[in-house]
């Protein structure tokens, strides 16, 4: 078997297993934890469970920590906005600078925690404990799946390494100007446009590998390719709803998912066009499942959530080629996976 069939095993097991202990514990929004194990479950190299563990512990420090910012928010708005600004641009530069991983859960803690700690303080912790729980589930998942897909032995110089972009200032400037306008709008309306700024964020790091002609299609196609693998999985866990069920699909749809993002399946679109499309289908799927159980409109919430977005997407897209414009001497970050 091939490295890369192993890793496509490894990522569907991974987030199988990872489904049925966040929903099958009843853990408060278990599909930000299905999605901190995917993001776990996509890096090349392993996380070892103890530095897994301390990972997430020091992500939900971090987090709750993002709390310290309600106050700021509240009482001095201005300053607030411009140290988030900050902040995202050294976190950007950092996630350009081969550390996107990192960079990205940082962003969170900088971009979500406030904002949900504007709604609730109980909230934002919970947030932060659920993403930290996700990363330290992710770990444990990941080694179990090592043990039963192992990776073959390969020679030391078939490693693809990541060229870094020419311009890393004036890319991690374009993604705070994709995220900050969207997080402004979030503290007008903190509960339904907390998704958004999640979307946002996965949207402002994958535009930092395209190009103004590729961004439309990447970004507000994965966005509609998220949405159309949602209205998938919902409509089959229909047929029988139940933790099997859900476990199920989730596995086969993210071996669908992953064979596509480790090139397997030759398609037109880059790996991160098909992690954004998973994350982007569980930050549907997820609130869908709690909208049932609430007794709301699934559909008409759901299409209120994707409409946003896609316009967010747009935004997105119209940053990428605006500025593009302006600044036509630098070039993208070349993506590579980093996987077997």
């Known amino acids: 078997m091939h490295n890369a069939d192993r890793a496509v095993l490894r990522i569907g097991f991974g987030i199988g297993v990872t489904t049925f202990a966040c929903y099958g514990l009843a853990l408060p929004m278990p599909h930000l934890g299905c999605i901190m194990a995917w993001i776990v479950l996509c890096q090349g190299k392993p996380l070892p469970i103890k530095k897994g563990v301390i990972v997430g512990l020091m992500l939900m420090a971090t987090m709750i920590g993002g709390v310290l910012m309600v106050p700021l928010l509240t009482h001095y708005p201005l300053p607030a906005m411009l140290f988030t600004a900050l902040l995202l641009y050294w976190l ?4 350009l600078r081969g550390k996107s991983t990192q960079a990205m859960l940082l962003i969170v803690a900088v971009t ?4 949900a700690g504007l709604i609730e303080q109980s909230l934002a912790i919970g947030i932060a404990q659920m993403m930290g729980l996700g990363i330290i589930i992710g770990s444990v998942v990941n080694r179990l799946a090592l043990v039963l897909f192992p990776p073959q032995a390969t020679p030391a110089g078939g490693a693809k390494v990541a060229l870094a972009p020419e311009s890393p200032h004036r890319l991690a400037l374009r993604a705070v100007v994709i995220v900050l306008p969207v997080w402004l709008l979030a503290l007008s309306n903190p509960a339904f446009y907390i998704p958004a700024v999640m979307k946002t964020v996965m949207l402002a790091q994958q535009a930092n590998t395209l190009v103004a002609k590729q961004a439309g299609r990447e970004l507000v196609f994965s966005t509609v390719m998220g949405a159309l693998l949602a209205a998938v999985l919902w409509l089959a866990l229909s047929i029988w709803p139940s933790l099997l069920m859900l476990v199920l699909l ?6 669908w998912v992953a064979r596509r993002l480790v090139r397997l399946v030759i398609s ?11 994350i982007t289908c569980l930050i549907l799927f997820g609130p869908a499942i709690q909208d ?3 007794g709301k409109d699934v559909w008409l919430a759901s299409a ?11 935004y ?4 990428v080629v605006v500025l593009e414009r302006w600044h036509r001497s630098g070039r993208p970050a070349v993506e590579t996976w980093s996987g077997e």
Request: hydrophobic residues 60%; contains cysteine.
């Open 92 to 95: 950007m530069l950092m996630g």
């Open 112 to 115: 979500i925690i406030p904002i």
């Open 250 to 255: 989730t596995a086969l749809m993210t071996l």
């Open 268 to 278: 037109r679109f880059t790996p991160s066009f098909w992690s954004n499309a998973w």
């Open 292 to 294: 049932s159980a609430s």
């Open 304 to 314: 209120m959530r994707c409409s946003l977005y896609i316009a967010v997407a747009l």
């Open 316 to 319: 997105g897209w119209a940053c």
